[in-house]
């Protein structure tokens, strides 16, 4: 069974910066993938950032120069460093693995982020 752990959301001023980190762990396959995923109220869920092979890395154009993703094959963890925070950045987020045999994807129970003055 599998257990996904996610941290480090909250209520943050516009231009603050939060990180976010997410552990998989229990019995699973090697990670192909890692990403945050985020879903406003009445918006679809969206690809913020992810890390696929362990070195190919993606940014959504609305948070570049302003989010970073790293991942710990190591310790199934991923972390998402978000500065210069914007209200826009309010959301849900959801930390996402997918496995490199069978193609397996598992989510964090998501984490509430709120940007507001």
């Known amino acids: 069974q599998v257990q996904i752990v996610e941290s480090g959301g909250g209520l943050v001023q516009p231009g603050g910066s939060l990180k976010l980190s997410c552990t998989a762990s229990g019995s699973m396959f090697s990670i192909y993938a890692m990403g945050w995923y985020r879903q406003a109220p009445g918006k679809q869920r969206e690809l913020v950032a992810s890390?696929?092979?362990?070195?190919?890395?993606y940014y959504a154009d609305s948070v570049k120069g302003r989010f970073t993703i790293a991942g710990d094959n190591a310790k199934n963890t991923v972390y998402l460093l978000m500065n210069t925070l914007k209200p826009e950045d309010t959301a849900v987020y959801y930390c996402?693995?997918?496995?490199?045999?069978?193609?397996?994807?598992?989510w964090g129970q998501g984490t509430q982020v709120t940007v507001s003055s």
């Open positions: 890390i696929t092979g362990g070195s190919t890395i």
């Open positions: 996402n693995y997918q496995t490199a045999i069978a193609g397996l994807i598992y």
